[in-house]
């Protein structure tokens, strides 16, 4: 998790502020071509998905990716971490080793969550069901995400904060954030009955049969 990054601390923080000043700059636009638009982002065709800084910054995707949103907004957020020099204190951190590489995958997996779900959408959310597993859910139905994606961005929202969230079903953990905070289980670990373990927590049922809890503060 992007707590384990001890080279580079408060790095996260810092990126989330980066994040946040960028959407305000598009308008808190989330349709990939559009935003690319704004931020003055041009896209071609070449052998592999990739990116130039430029100018003109570039996205460079292989001609089955053309018009693939999700793929195009991978590309725009390896272009934020250059932009931001998120990248070039990763490889300073880690160089180009696969260590290094994976924390570069994991941050544009952070961003995802921003991006998709601006600050508008979330407060949105909040505002009509408070800090609780029901908004999250709320926050992946307006955004079209994935409840996976709505987690990480709620867990993540304030650096400084204490949260936590997990998905399970059964007894299985299928995923989870924390923030600032810890849980007594790890992903793919079978727990008897987690509402039992954290009484604290708000869940929120999915008709699938998972189940989404998250925590505010130490569990």
């Given at each position: 998790?992007?707590?384990?990054?001890?080279h580079?601390?408060?790095?996260?923080?810092?990126?989330?502020?980066?994040?946040?000043?960028?959407?305000?700059?598009?308008?808190?636009?989330?349709?990939?071509?559009?935003?690319?638009?704004?931020?003055?982002?041009?896209?071609?065709?070449?052998?592999?998905?990739?990116?130039?800084?430029?100018?003109?910054?570039?996205?460079?995707?292989?001609?089955?990716?053309?018009?693939?949103?999700e793929?195009?907004?991978h590309?725009?957020?390896h272009?934020?971490?250059?932009?931001?020099?998120?990248?070039?204190?990763?490889?300073?951190?880690?160089g180009?080793?696969?260590?290094?590489?994976?924390?570069m995958?994991?941050?544009?997996?952070?961003?995802?969550?921003?991006?998709?779900?601006?600050?508008?959408?979330?407060?949105?959310?909040?505002?009509?069901?408070?800090?609780?597993?029901?908004?999250?859910?709320?926050?992946?139905?307006?955004?079209f995400?994935t409840?996976?994606?709505?987690?990480?961005?709620?867990?993540?929202?304030?650096?400084?904060?204490?949260?936590?969230g997990?998905?399970?079903?059964?007894k299985?953990?299928?995923?989870?954030?924390?923030?600032?905070?810890?849980?007594?289980?790890?992903?793919?670990?079978?727990?008897?009955?987690?509402?039992?373990?954290?009484?604290?927590?708000?869940?929120?049922k999915?008709?699938?049969?998972?189940?989404?809890?998250?925590?505010?503060?130490?569990?």
């Amino acid at each position: 998790m992007l707590k384990d990054m001890v080279h580079v601390e408060g790095l996260p923080g810092r990126y989330i502020q980066f994040l946040q000043q960028l959407q305000a700059l598009a308008d808190h636009e989330t349709h990939a071509l559009a935003l690319s638009e704004k931020y003055g982002v041009k896209i071609r065709t070449g052998e592999r998905n990739s990116v130039l800084l430029g100018p003109p910054s570039t996205i460079i995707l292989e001609p089955w990716a053309l018009n693939n949103p999700e793929i195009i907004i991978h590309e725009l957020h390896h272009l934020m971490q250059k932009w931001s020099t998120v990248e070039a204190q990763l490889i300073n951190a880690y160089g180009d080793a696969e260590e290094g590489i994976h924390f570069m995958e994991l941050f544009c997996k952070f961003a995802e969550g921003f991006t998709k779900i601006p600050e508008p959408m979330m407060k949105k959310a909040t505002a009509r069901f408070g800090h609780t597993a029901r908004a999250v859910r709320h926050m992946q139905q307006l955004s079209f995400t994935t409840l996976n994606v709505a987690m990480f961005r709620w867990v993540h929202a304030h650096p400084g904060a204490e949260r936590a969230g997990f998905i399970f079903k059964g007894k299985g953990i299928q995923d989870l954030a924390v923030c600032n905070s810890s849980l007594p289980f790890w992903v793919g670990d079978r727990v008897a009955e987690p509402q039992i373990l954290l009484p604290q927590t708000s869940y929120f049922k999915l008709p699938d049969g998972r189940v989404l809890g998250i925590v505010e503060g130490s569990p």
